[in-house]
């Protein structure tokens, strides 16, 4: 039999495929398994959220411990408060420091006795000078013997929240230079008073040591202690108190 296809034509076109019906029905039966096998969205939703994604360095804090952080300078803020709270101040008035910083403060007790602090400080505690405190604590070991001094201690505390940065100004100054201040305008029932800067974590001196009276609480901030050195003196005695004394020795001569 004679073709009629031209043979230059026969060669460039594509060849066709003759697919039996056994293989069409094994091709199909091959698609529906592949089918079956796929994922479901379900699936895939699941899958996705079991996985754990590691936690960057640099993600930003949340709010949580932001919370957390503020609460607890709170909490260490409120410690100094409730501990004031329960003592009564012995002074309040300025201190100052030239070129350095003035504030209003108050000054509440630590140690010793404070029965005339109240009118033996000035209104304005001006404070001229530095001292090292080697020099310092030498000077109190020998006052330990003494018969006519004794040691005061007490804290200076801002009056309000406003005069918190000049306070902190001043106990940096002393601070950072390891040195203690010295007051120059002490009565004559103060012998000598230091300024002394104690840092949050720094130690109590052990020359202050056993405290006589409130203390200090166990978490405080950054302060300044008073070591105040009071002549022991005889004050001069109250006229009325000196009158109902008599009085009463009167009473009890006629009786």
């Known amino acids: 039999t004679v073709s009629r296809r031209d043979p230059r034509t026969a060669v460039s076109r594509p060849a066709v495929t003759v697919t039996s019906p056994q293989d069409l029905s094994t091709s199909k039966l091959g698609a529906t398994s592949s089918a079956s096998e796929e994922p479901k969205p379900d699936a895939v939703k699941t899958a996705l959220t079991t996985l754990t994604i590691p936690k960057s360095i640099l993600m930003k804090p949340t709010s949580s411990l932001i919370n957390n952080s503020s609460e607890s300078r709170t909490l260490q803020d409120g410690d100094t408060s409730v501990f004031l709270s329960r003592i009564d101040a012995v002074w309040k008035g300025f201190l100052n420091m030239h070129n350095v910083a003035k504030f209003v403060t108050k ?43 004794e040691l005061c201690v007490i804290r200076f505390h801002p009056a309000t929240d406003e005069e918190e940065v000049a306070y902190i100004s001043l106990y940096s100054y002393f601070s950072s230079r390891g040195r203690f201040g010295v007051v120059a305008n002490n009565s004559r029932h103060i012998k000598d008073l230091y300024l002394i800067p104690l840092g949050a974590k720094d130690p109590l001196p052990s020359r202050l040591l056993p405290f006589e009276g409130p203390g200090l609480e166990t978490s405080r901030p950054n302060l300044l202690l008073g070591l105040v050195i009071c002549q022991k003196n005889k004050r001069p005695a109250d006229p009325e108190k000196v009158y109902e004394e008599k009085r009463s020795r009167i009473q009890v001569q006629e009786e």
Not at 113 to 142: A, C, F, M, N, Q
Request: glycine content about 6%.
């Open 107 to 149: 000054a509440y007790p630590v140690s010793g006795p404070i029965e005339h602090l109240s009118e033996d400080l000035p209104d304005t505690i001006h404070i001229g000078g530095r001292i090292s405190p080697h020099t310092v604590w030498d000077y109190i070991s020998k006052l330990k013997s003494s018969f006519s001094k």
